[in-house]
């Protein structure tokens, strides 16, 4: 069974920086596809990165595209979410998910994934 466990939200001034971080516990972490979203109230949740397991290579919503960088470290079972220049559009709810080899085409469907984590409170005041 897969927990994760979402850190690192707060408080941060337009044009600030964040680090979130996201703890992944159970088997072949390798192997999941990781992905982060978020979710604003009465919104749809919104994809934000994703990578997969087997490749380095990440994906971004063109919102944040060079601003947000997504990083996995699998000796630690982490993904991290560093969020520069942010903007007060990007208060949300962060959410970390996962899922087993995921298609890069459904990288970005929050549908696709079946684990989640609790989420973590970003806020960026302007």
């Known amino acids: 069974q897969v927990q994760l466990v979402e850190s690192g939200g707060g408080l941060a001034p337009t044009g600030g920086s964040l680090r979130l971080s996201c703890g992944f516990s159970?088997?072949?972490?390798?192997?999941?596809?990781m992905g982060w979203f978020r979710q604003t109230p009465g919104s749809e949740r919104e994809f934000v990165a994703a990578?997969?397991?087997?490749?380095?290579?990440?994906y971004y919503a063109n919102s944040v595209k060079g601003r947000f960088t997504m990083s996995r470290d699998n000796a630690k079972n982490t993904v991290y979410l560093q969020m520069n220049s942010l903007k007060p559009e990007d208060t949300a709810i962060y959410y970390c998910?996962?899922?087993?080899?995921?298609?890069?085409?459904?990288?970005?469907?929050?549908?696709?994934?079946?684990?989640w984590g609790q989420g973590t409170q970003v806020t960026v005041s302007s």
């Open positions: 998910a996962a899922d087993r080899q995921l298609r890069t085409s459904s990288l970005g469907l929050s549908s696709q994934y079946d684990d």
């Open positions: 990578m997969k397991g087997s490749s380095s290579s990440t």
């Open positions: 159970g088997y072949a972490f390798r192997s999941y596809s």
